[in-house]
């Protein structure tokens, strides 16, 4: 899986990265087709007390589905990246759910006899 980093008004560090490349490797788990990963950073530095300073923003490609667009705002950029990637597991188990009951029903027509 393709992990593009792009940060906006910051430089991404390498901590930054090895952590979203651990946390984007927990949709491996999920075993769906996915290629690629692009992550949007942009750190806006306003006021200390501004509650969405970090904003992060996931995009993927789901065969058949489409885009998949996560965005997450936080005071902290390492919590709303955990926070997006909790998010795009979330709908990612949903969609792969969604696959499993179709080919569930359609199992059951074939077995059952009830073909349209």
Known sequence: MNILVQAKNMKTTKA???FIEDQLSKIKRLGLPI???QVFLENVTRKDND???ATV???TDIPKKGRITI???THDLYL???EATKSLMRHLRKEKEKLHDQ???QRR???NGDIE
Do not use: C, G, M
Request: glycine residues 0%.
């Open 71 to 73: 965005e997450s705002k």
């Open 80 to 82: 709303a990246v955990s």
């Open 35 to 37: 290629q690629r990963v």
């Open 109 to 111: 027509k074939l077995k």
């Open 51 to 53: 509650p969405h300073r």
């Open 103 to 105: 080919t569930r029903r």
């Open 16 to 18: 930054l990265r090895t």
């Open 57 to 59: 923003q996931l995009v």
